[in-house]
């Protein structure tokens, strides 16, 4: 059974920075698409960054653009985001996913089969 747990979360003034990590448990997911994802506190989960199996391609929402950097560790089945020059509108619950396919669902919930369950992210102003 794969586990992910993400970690990482808290609360931190405006401006300041953050780093998320996840760790998969139970199989490897190095040949696996990773992403974070977040949602706010009555919105939809929402798509936040994305990274090939291979640690290369990237992918990001505007909203995190220059912001955000993801980035992963095959050898320790990790994937980590930080989150640098942070807003009050990225105080969000953040998940971690894998899924097993770079396509055009990188970017979407159904591209990704496994899911952590979240690390909470708090940003005040």
């Known amino acids: 059974q794969v586990q992910l747990v993400e970690s990482g979360g808290g609360l931190v003034p405006a401006g300041d920075s953050l780093r998320l990590s996840c760790a998969a448990s139970?199989?490897?997911?190095?040949?696996?698409?990773k992403a974070w994802f977040r949602q706010a506190r009555g919105k939809e989960r929402e798509f936040v960054a994305a990274?090939?199996?291979?640690?290369?391609?990237?992918y990001y929402a505007n909203s995190v653009k220059g912001r955000f950097t993801i980035s992963r560790d095959n050898a320790g089945n990790t994937v980590a985001l930080q989150m640098n020059s942070l807003k009050p509108e990225d105080t969000a619950v953040y998940y971690c996913?894998?899924?097993?396919?770079?396509?055009?669902?990188?970017?979407?919930?159904?591209?990704?089969?496994?899911w952590g369950q979240g690390t909470e992210v708090t940003v005040s102003s």
């Open positions: 996913a894998a899924g097993p396919t770079w396509s055009q669902l990188i970017s979407s919930e159904r591209g990704y089969n496994y």
């Open positions: 139970g199989r490897t997911l190095s040949r696996y698409v």
């Open positions: 990274i090939s199996s291979s640690g290369g391609p990237t």
